[in-house]
């Protein structure tokens, strides 16, 4: 039984919460990128559908008055995904908590469940429990991607209140597993999942290549 296939009948014995990130201007877009349709179904959409698969139960993050009033409001307005990745920890009842991007619509399901073997296999380092499994390929760090213990909202916090608002100069600051794209690559993954939309021309090129 290949890797991936084992990935679907994985879960860990602690409940996991998923949270999609859809709270963000989209002011390179021109458009509301969690409202654009892909391939029959909107970003949104196909997040909250692949964060079902891998969580036990899934949140929005984003303003209520545009996604209703289930969804997780930044506690720190206008500080980019790190205000959304606060939030959610603060809100969350879960130790382990899956972040996603609303505008990842490459990415798998079975590539979360794989995060989350992770937690399983490497649950801490010489200096301590793991607060992130992060994925480093295709350029640098994956965070919007990733895997959180709800303490890294402490870290969070700190952060965004000296206003310090670059996710990935965190993880030198607390025990984090990096999972690198060799490992990724491995697992028979591709690179591709990481592909974000920011502009039109970004989106109208996945468009194409999802045919």
Same mark, same amino acid.
């Given at each position: 039984?290949?890797?991936?296939?084992?990935?679907?009948?994985?879960?860990?014995?602690?409940?996991?919460?998923?949270?999609?990130?859809?709270?963000?201007?989209?002011?390179?877009?021109?458009?509301?990128?969690?409202?654009?349709?892909?391939?029959? *179904?909107?970003?949104?959409?196909?997040?909250?559908?692949?964060?079902?698969?891998?969580?036990?139960?899934?949140?929005?993050?984003?303003?209520?008055?545009?996604?209703?009033?289930? *969804?997780?409001?930044?506690?720190?307005?206008?500080?980019?995904?790190?205000?959304?990745?606060?939030?959610?920890?603060?809100?969350?009842?879960?130790?382990?908590?899956?972040?996603?991007?609303?505008?990842?619509?490459?990415?798998?399901?079975?590539?979360?469940?794989?995060?989350?073997?992770?937690?399983?296999?490497?649950?801490?380092?010489?200096?301590?429990?793991?607060?992130?499994?992060?994925?480093?390929?295709?350029?640098?760090?994956?965070?919007?991607?990733?895997?959180?213990?709800?303490?890294?909202?402490?870290?969070?916090?700190?952060?965004?209140?000296?206003?310090?608002?670059?996710?990935?100069?965190?993880?030198?600051?607390?025990?984090?597993?990096?999972?690198?794209?060799?490992?990724?690559?491995?697992?028979?993954?591709?690179?591709?999942?990481?592909?974000?939309?920011?502009?039109?021309?970004?989106?109208?090129?996945?468009?194409?290549? *999802?045919?």
């Amino acid at each position: 039984m290949g890797l991936r296939t084992e990935n679907r009948e994985l879960r860990t014995e602690l409940r996991i919460a998923a949270f999609v990130l859809a709270g963000g201007k989209s002011s390179r877009m021109g458009a509301d990128k969690a409202a654009l349709k892909f391939h029959g *179904a909107t970003l949104l959409e196909r997040a909250l559908g692949i964060a079902t698969l891998a969580a036990d139960e899934v949140h929005i993050c984003g303003p209520r008055g545009k996604f209703g009033p289930a *969804a997780i409001e930044d506690i720190f307005p206008d500080c980019g995904p790190l205000g959304g990745i606060h939030a959610a920890l603060r809100s969350s009842a879960s130790e382990l908590n899956l972040v996603l991007a609303v505008d990842l619509p490459f990415m798998e399901a079975d590539f979360l469940r794989f995060l989350l073997r992770q937690a399983e296999t490497q649950p801490r380092t010489e200096t301590g429990l793991l607060l992130a499994i992060v994925p480093r390929a295709a350029g640098g760090w994956q965070p919007l991607c990733a895997l959180y213990r709800k303490p890294f909202a402490e870290v969070a916090q700190k952060a965004l209140r000296e206003k310090r608002y670059k996710i990935d100069s965190l993880f030198a600051e607390v025990p984090v597993h990096a999972v690198e794209e060799a490992e990724i690559l491995q697992a028979g993954f591709s690179l591709g999942m990481f592909d974000n939309l920011n502009t039109r021309e970004e989106f109208e090129l996945a468009q194409r290549r *999802a045919k």
